[in-house]
């Protein structure tokens, strides 16, 4: 079982808008706000999306967003485009101890 | 260009050894703190070990613990996993990983992977 609870898919057509969400504990989103997103192709490397909750790495499209409300975190795909359709994991930082936590994982399908 | 390359992995035994390293280059190696991260075959991302800028402070999760030990060298840009006492549930890819920034857990680089199967 992953620290961080993600839906295992979701989906969407061409142009339309997708939240995957991430929900964490008081003692790692719900204090924290280092809270990160990767996408995952098959067979590839992770590849950072947002960090610090909202923040965009350069490069990444502006169709990416990432939120937080309590001990969720959301990542938002704007304007769907077939190569979206990847694997998503968020991540937090928990502390000194556990240090960082992952989501299981989820799978966006562009339909 | 920032590049991450592990190597090291292959097939071992279980109660075996292996030694995996992570070659850095297009960036002052000795100014980030980095990361182990691990994924099992059809598994998600976990969180294996960190290390400080300079080889002073590591954390491991516990499902490691006590069997690897991070380590780097700033002389060679080069990031190391030790893992010994390997069971069959450490099979996965081991990926090296950049922090963005100190202590913030954000991975900004990662290598391309090298898998350990731990099998007889």
């Known amino acids: 079982q992953s620290a961080l609870t993600q839906p295992r898919s979701v989906s969407g057509s061409p142009g339309q808008s997708v939240t995957v969400s991430c929900t964490g504990t008081?003692?790692?989103?719900?204090?924290?706000?280092?809270v990160s997103w990767y996408q995952q192709h098959p067979g590839k490397a992770p590849k950072l999306m947002i960090y610090?909750?909202?923040k965009r790495p350069s490069g990444v499209p502006d169709r990416f967003s990432g939120s937080k409300s309590g001990n969720t975190a959301s990542l938002t795909i704007s304007g769907l485009q077939a190569e979206d359709e990847a694997d998503y994991y968020c991540?937090?930082?928990?502390?000194?101890?556990?240090?960082?936590?992952f989501g299981g994982g989820t799978k966006l399908t562009v339909l | 260009e920032v590049q991450l390359v592990e190597s090291g992995g292959g097939l071992v035994q279980p109660g075996g050894s292996l030694r995996l390293s992570c070659a850095a280059s297009?960036?002052?190696?000795?100014?980030?703190?980095m990361y182990w991260v691990r994924q099992a075959p059809g598994k998600g991302l976990v969180w294996v070990s960190r290390?400080?800028?300079?080889?002073?402070?590591?954390t491991y999760a516990d499902s490691v613990k006590g069997r690897f030990t991070i380590s780097r060298d700033n002389a060679k840009n080069t990031l190391y996993l030790q893992m010994n006492s390997l069971r069959a549930e450490d099979t996965a890819v081991y990926y090296c990983?950049?922090?963005?920034?100190?202590?913030?857990?954000?991975?900004?680089?990662w290598g391309q992977g090298t898998l350990v199967t731990v099998s007889s």
């Open positions: 610090d909750v909202s």
């Open positions: 008081s003692s790692d989103v719900g204090t924290y706000n280092y």
């Open positions: 990983a950049r922090d963005l920034a100190v202590a913030g857990a954000s991975f900004d680089y």
């Open positions: 290390i400080n800028s300079d080889g002073s402070s590591t």
């Open positions: 991540c937090s930082y928990a502390g000194s101890y556990t240090y960082v936590v």
């Open positions: 297009g960036f002052t190696f000795s100014s980030y703190w």
